[in-house]
């Protein structure tokens, strides 16, 4: 398996931008599909991006709440997955994890039972 570890998240004003980032150990990310999910108080963990490996072009796929918001991308030289959040919402206000699977699953999924790895999540509150 892989270790994942994220950071980045904070307290920002409704409109304001924070960079989330995910960090993994081994020297096989490259291989590894990787997303961002969140889970608000007394909600389900829901899907918010997702970013396929480099051989597949680094295709990209965003839930309908963000899109044209968040952007993620990804940088296999320092094993790290970014999150560049914009305009937040408060209803943007939950806490993120990183996720990853080494499995061949085109587009990238959406489910969390697609993903083995997980962080253990960063913080992200966004005030009105």
């Known amino acids: 398996q892989v270790q994942l570890v994220e950071s980045g998240g904070g307290l920002v004003q409704a409109g304001g931008s924070l960079r989330l980032a995910c960090t993994a150990s081994g020297r096989?990310?490259?291989?590894?599909v990787m997303a961002w999910f969140r889970q608000a108080p007394g909600k389900e963990r829901e899907?918010?991006?997702?970013?396929?490996?480099?051989?597949?072009?680094?295709?990209t796929r965003y839930a309908d709440s963000v899109k044209g918001r968040?952007?993620?991308?990804?940088?296999?030289?320092?094993?790290?997955?970014y999150l560049q959040t914009n305009?937040?919402?408060?209803?943007?206000?939950?806490?993120?994890?990183c996720a990853a699977t080494a499995l061949p699953?085109?587009?990238?999924?959406?489910?969390?039972?697609a993903y083995r790895?997980?962080?253990q999540g960063t913080q992200v509150t966004v005030s009105s």
């Open 47 to 59: 899907f918010v991006a997702g970013i396929l490996h480099s051989v597949s072009g680094k295709t």
């Open 28 to 32: 096989t990310f490259s291989n590894y």
């Open 105 to 113: 699953i085109l587009p990238v999924p959406t489910t969390t039972t």
């Open 70 to 81: 968040f952007t993620i991308d990804r940088d296999n030289a320092k094993n790290t997955v």
């Open 87 to 97: 305009d937040l919402k408060p209803d943007d206000t939950a806490v993120y994890y």
């Open 117 to 119: 790895d997980w962080g």
